[in-house]
């Protein structure tokens, strides 16, 4: 029953921009029929990067699922240990040298060469439980071990 399978589809529209949605996803030992909705996100890049600044960097929608995660994971782990949380805010920001997204340099890393999270929370709770908390994140745990990523093509 643990065993999840998430989908989305991404659309190109012009430039860098893209639109991509998400509303079927296995889980449970079923298809999921219970989404209404199709959930949409876009993303651009401004317009120094040769963008149309219609929408969020993927870099910073890749900085939006881990603050997301990272805050989710906490507090619903929080909650079933029984810890107080009364408030969450998390600040994110990754570092990147597009000489390497550029292919100006294939020493330098394409992606980010780090990413910073800082959170404000009030709670009792210690420091070290909450990371610890936090830690029990998906998206943490893809940024911070390698993740098998195959690309394949059809025409």
């Known amino acids: 029953m643990a065993k999840f399978e998430f989908r989305t589809k991404t659309n190109w529209l012009t430039g860098g921009h893209c639109v991509s949605s998400a509303k079927s996803f296995y889980g449970v030992c ?51 240990n029984g810890i ?40 009792d709770a210690s420091e070290e439980q909450l990371r610890n908390l936090a830690q029990f994140s998906p998206v943490f745990d893809m940024l911070s071990n390698p993740t098998p990523v195959k690309i394949e093509f059809e025409k």
């Open 30 to 80: 079923q298809e999921d029929t219970t989404r209404q909705e199709t959930f949409t996100m876009e993303a651009d890049h401004p317009n120094v990067l040769l963008g149309e600044d219609k929408a969020a960097t993927p870099a910073e929608i890749v900085l939006h699922a881990l603050g997301s995660c990272l805050t989710g994971a906490m507090v619903y782990h929080a909650a079933a």
């Open 84 to 123: 107080d949380i009364q408030g969450a805010e998390a600040s994110l920001k990754g570092g990147a040298d597009l000489h390497g997204f550029l292919g100006l340099d294939p020493e330098v890393r394409k992606g980010f060469d780090g990413i910073t999270v800082k959170f404000k929370v009030k709670s």
